[in-house]
């Protein structure tokens, strides 16, 4: 038996060397592609003339500058004096618990309704708050103003860019739970 495969091996060898010695075609391929070379016309377009550059002089140089620090500096203290609405937070006044977090950590998960009020259930991390009108809620100085049953309305007290304080409304949506 191994005599046999000996045998087989020693004819198939050569007939593996000579399986390689063919040319497979590359030289008509090379062929081809001479005839493609020659036939093919390279066009190169004309690069246009650039455009002339003409020079504009800078007439600004006598005015003031836009944004100079002291300039901006000064317009803001003109807006602060003539804009002042004595809005602003009351820093004194003791802080509550849900003033602690953002509004978006915050998560309205409910209502209670009593004869007398209407309190909203709170969802911090795990613990869950009751709020009701009034209270102190956010980081931004925000005051509940109302209480749905989809939703609390809440007054935040937030500085502009000018350094003055506004009121702004927004809006925490009930969130649906997930089971």
């Known amino acids: 038996m191994r005599k046999f495969c000996f045998n087989y091996l020693i004819f ?3 007939l593996l060397a000579l ?3 063919g040319d497979n075609g590359v030289a008509e391929l090379k ?3 001479d005839s493609v070379k020659k036939e093919t016309h390279v066009v190169v377009a004309k690069v246009s003339e650039p455009k002339v550059y003409v020079p504009v002089a800078y007439s600004g140089k006598s005015e003031l500058d836009p944004f100079n620090p002291a300039k901006l500096l000064v317009a803001l203290a003109r807006m602060k004096a003539e804009s002042n609405n004595g809005l602003r937070p009351d820093m004194e006044r003791r802080k509550e618990v849900l003033e602690a977090y953002p509004l978006d950590e915050l998560r309205m998960v409910g209502v209670i309704e009593r004869s007398t ?5 709170i969802q911090v991390d795990k613990s869950v708050y009751q709020a ?11 005051v509940i103003t109302k209480i749905n049953e989809t939703n609390l309305e809440i007054k935040e007290i937030v500085q ?5 304080w506004t009121e ?6 009930l969130q649906e739970t997930k089971k």
């Open 12 to 14: 198939l060898f050569p």
């Open 19 to 21: 399986t390689g010695c």
């Open 31 to 33: 062929q081809w592609m």
């Open 117 to 121: 009020a209407r309190n909203a259930l």
């Open 132 to 142: 009701k009108l009034g209270n102190y809620i956010g980081q931004n100085f925000g």
């Open 160 to 164: 502009d860019p000018a350094g003055e």
């Open 168 to 173: 702004r409304k927004v809006t925490l949506e």
